[in-house]
């Protein structure tokens, strides 16, 4: 048309051909790429920046969005601490130099002068950089979530949920051993921050316990495009994915915990009654040796180690104040939890660095959300958890660990009443943040698990019955040419 318009003397016919044929270029081109931007962020889950974030909230997205997400705290959060750090009003502890009491003064001295002179928070800031996070709307609040696809073909849907007080800085080790491509089963990771924790936004209204957050996780693991997956979770993380199993098993096909509350199941039929009976009246009859010492010593224990839940039960925000106020009384409240639930044999830092411990305190201190974080004990203590745990299953396939210094050991014969269990073993070492503490047991333990699981072996088997055929199509193709 432009030939025609230059050559044969300025036809007007040809002149509006080529500005519709201009046109019609201009919008082909803009749908090929927002196509193909749409096409990318089917894929990759990812195509656009979110700056801030946090447990305060932030500014709202589109139910459709999953945007990229950095953390990147402003200069002025870290020099108001630096100030808070210089000046800490520390109590009074004379006489008593060990845990019994609380965190001592001695420990914390230390931890406060480290904090201040030598932890490196920019350092760590690159490092949880490292894992790529997103954060999308799940029921009008923005949820932050790690995601990390394995290079494998037939890798599984994972999402790893973790619990108080610890953060999505739990997953960073399980993360490369769980996505291992040469690996016999790898997965596809998701790692959300609980709503309220770190840099998921914080609810608003009441109702978000356990069962509201398992079924915000099943959309989220449904709009990353998996509709079958499975899940794996400690503390609050395995009452979640409990919760998965039980009321969301159209999607989630099977649950790895190492943390299954559980109690004698006096309620579940006259067998399990009388079995529960004799188990207080005669242990040894019904318990195998490894549960004893849980059994015998269970009450005292959860009484002293419960105070904790009982505040943040029933007057969460009283408390919070203080925490919410001092880096120091945060980082107290915190590293007594590590100290008595990891399997430390009172050396802290014989299984926590001090940058691990610093590192979690700073994902609760820079997002400003330890107030938010402690009332999902009081949203779960609202609900009507004793009657639910009257008839609670989980139908789908079961993996329990058992790590030694975990609080809650429950023996096999109070889990099965209430779990499908087809995998329990007994750890030989590790705590309550078996993430952190056993990342390769942990793993290990997983992969055993579901290696077992009906479901997935037939997927995984027709995964790679497939992959097979294909390669044989394209040797057979090649020879063909």
């Not at 402003?74 to 000046?87: F, I, K, S, Y």
């Not at 420990?107 to 350092?123: C, G, I, P, Q, T």
């Not at 949880?128 to 849907?157: C, E, W, Y």
């Not at 649950?255 to 079995?275: C, D, I, M, Y």
Request: hydrophobic share 40%; glycine share 8%.
């Amino acid at each position: 048309c432009v030939y025609k318009y230059v050559v044969w003397g300025r036809n007007r016919v040809a002149l509006v051909a080529t500005m519709v044929c201009c046109v019609m270029v201009v919008v082909l081109v803009s749908v090929s790429v927002c196509s193909a931007a749409a096409e990318e962020k089917e894929v990759d889950g990812i195509n656009q920046t979110v700056e801030g974030g946090g447990g305060g909230g932030g500014r709202k997205l589109g139910a459709a969005e999953v945007r990229p997400f950095e953390v990147s705290v402003p200069e002025g959060v870290l020099e108001d601490l630096q100030r808070r750090l210089a000046n800490p009003r520390l109590p009074h502890m004379e006489g008593v130099e060990g845990w019994e009491l609380g965190t001592p003064s001695g420990y914390m001295k230390e931890l406060v002068a480290y904090w201040r002179n030598s932890f490196d928070w920019r350092a760590q800031e690159s490092l949880l950089n490292q894992m790529p996070q997103f954060v999308t709307d799940i029921d009008g609040l923005a949820v932050h979530f790690v995601h990390v696809r394995s290079k494998a073909s037939n890798a599984i849907p994972l999402i790893f949920v973790h619990g108080w007080p610890g953060s999505f800085f739990e997953c960073s080790k399980v993360l490369p051993l769980l996505t291992d491509e040469n690996a016999e089963l790898s997965f596809d990771v998701v790692c959300p921050s609980l709503p309220g924790y770190g840099f998921s936004e914080a609810p608003k209204t009441p109702g978000y316990n356990p069962t509201k957050m398992a079924e915000m996780f099943n959309k989220l693991m449904l709009k990353l495009g998996y509709s079958k997956y499975v899940a794996q979770g400690g503390d609050w993380g395995g009452m979640i994915v409990a919760r998965l199993g039980a009321y969301h098993h159209d999607n989630c096909v099977a649950v790895h915990t190492n943390f299954a509350p559980a109690s004698p199941p006096f309620t579940r039929g006259f067998v399990p009654f009388v079995k529960s009976v004799l188990g207080l009246l005669f242990p040894s009859w019904i318990y195998n040796a490894r549960d004893l010492p849980f059994i015998e010593n269970m009450l005292p224990y959860m009484l002293a180690e419960s105070g904790y839940m009982h505040i943040q039960a029933t007057r969460p925000w009283t408390v919070a104040y203080g925490l919410e106020d001092s880096p120091v009384g945060l980082a107290a409240y915190f590293v007594e939890k590590f100290y008595a639930w990891g399997d430390t044999h009172g050396n802290v830092e014989s299984r926590f660095s001090k940058d691990e411990l610093l590192t979690n305190i700073m994902i609760y201190w820079v997002s400003n959300s330890i107030a938010s974080s402690m009332r999902l004990y009081y949203e779960h203590f609202q609900a009507n958890i004793f009657e639910e745990a009257k008839n609670f299953y989980v139908p789908v396939p079961t993996g329990i660990a058992i790590f030694p210094a975990e609080m809650m050991r429950p023996p096999l014969m109070w889990v099965s009443y209430m779990y499908n269990v087809t995998s329990y073993t007994y750890m030989e070492k590790g705590g309550h943040f078996a993430a952190l503490e056993e990342p390769h047991t942990l793993v290990r333990d997983v992969r055993n698990f579901l290696s077992q699981v009906p479901y997935l072996l037939q997927q995984h088997h027709w995964q790679q019955k497939s992959q097979q055929q294909q390669q044989n199509q394209h040797s057979a193709a090649k020879e063909e040419l």
